[in-house]
């Protein structure tokens, strides 16, 4: 077997050294073939591409958190090579949506001899950004945005924002156009869903599945994210969905149109694309490949694992 780690040195602000000389000895021992690549933030994708189209790994360990999974999976598309999770970012929503193991080796582990591979979908915006997890205008893209220029990482740097944002985050106008028909919302947020929850663990999405072929369109209609994060840390269940209810509005669809009323910050995947008044999403069904296990939720849906 061969593997590839794609490493974000950076992400979550954690030391990677210690989980990769464990998976480094791991590989020697059972004699598995190991190679490395660590992000730069410059031209990453191209350069990741290249890579794996040199050495054409059997599978790809994605070690950082939801930022570092979308770049890998975006690097991964059309290959049909599948990846993992090694969840070491600041928020880890994706892996944490997907039954992952919060402890790296274990994860590791379970990414070498899993053999429930499965298909995740992605969405396309503006027909070149790309998001496996979620993205958003409003409330958070303005938490995510400023939590990127602060040296910082981690869930303390993360907190700090918080309060302020909440506090002074502006309504503004989306419509929103599916299969001809325009929707007008005046909102605090408008979320481009692939899954259920933040990376904090706040449900924002109770019709999220990323096996599903579709996503949903989530507006976000008052102004406390503090309720949907206490809801988020707690159970799972059909009361936590019904006490969002009065909070937003959702569309599941395969295609749509949002457009705003003046430019706002967006962000996809936790990383801030810029500012923008249009954004036209569709489903990628099965864009990509990934190694789960049946601790997966979504997995256990399926009629039968592929």
């Known amino acids: 077997m061969k593997i590839l780690f794609v490493v974000n040195p950076i992400s979550g602000g954690r030391d990677k050294q210690v989980f990769l000389q464990s998976a480094r000895l791991f590989c020697q021992k059972y004699g598995i073939d190991s190679h490395y690549y660590h992000t730069t933030g410059k031209d990453d994708i191209r350069v990741l591409r290249k890579k794996i189209k040199r050495i054409r790994p059997d599978r790809v360990a994605s070690i950082g958190g939801d930022g570092t999974t979308l770049m890998t999976s975006m690097a991964l598309r059309n290959t049909g090579i599948p990846f993992g999770i090694i969840p070491m970012g600041s928020a880890n ?6 039954g992952v193991n919060s402890d790296p080796m274990e994860a590791f582990i ?21 998001s496996i997890h979620l993205g958003d205008v409003g409330i958070n893209a303005m938490l995510v945005e400023n939590f990127a220029k602060d040296e910082r990482r981690g869930w303390l740097a993360y907190a700090k924002y918080f309060v302020e944002v909440v506090k002074n985050a502006p309504m503004f106008r989306a419509g929103i156009e599916i299969d001809g028909k325009t929707y007008e919302h005046q909102a605090y947020a408008v979320v481009i869903a692939n899954t259920r929850m933040y990376g904090t663990g706040a449900i924002i999405n109770p019709l999220g599945n990323p096996h ?15 309720v949907l994060i206490n809801l988020g840390l707690t159970a799972f269940t059909e009361k936590a969905i019904d006490a969002l209810r ?51 939720n979504f997995v256990k849906e399926m009629p039968e694992n592929p």
Not at 117 to 129: R, Y
Not at 213 to 226: A, P, R, Y
Not at 265 to 293: H, N
């Open 93 to 98: 929503g994706m892996a944490r949506e997907l």
């Open 110 to 130: 379970e990414l070498v001899v899993s053999q429930v591979i499965v298909p995740l979908d992605m969405v396309c915006v503006n027909k070149e950004h790309y």
């Open 212 to 226: 599903d072929g579709k996503f949903e369109i989530v507006v976000v209609k008052q102004n406390d994210l503090s």
């Open 246 to 296: 009065p909070y937003y509005d959702i569309y599941q669809v395969t295609a749509a149109k949002i457009q705003l009323d003046s430019p706002m910050t967006f962000q996809l995947d936790g990383e801030v694309i810029g500012k923008q008044d249009f954004l036209e999403a569709e489903i990628i069904p099965a864009g990509v490949r990934y190694i789960s296990t049946n601790d997966n």
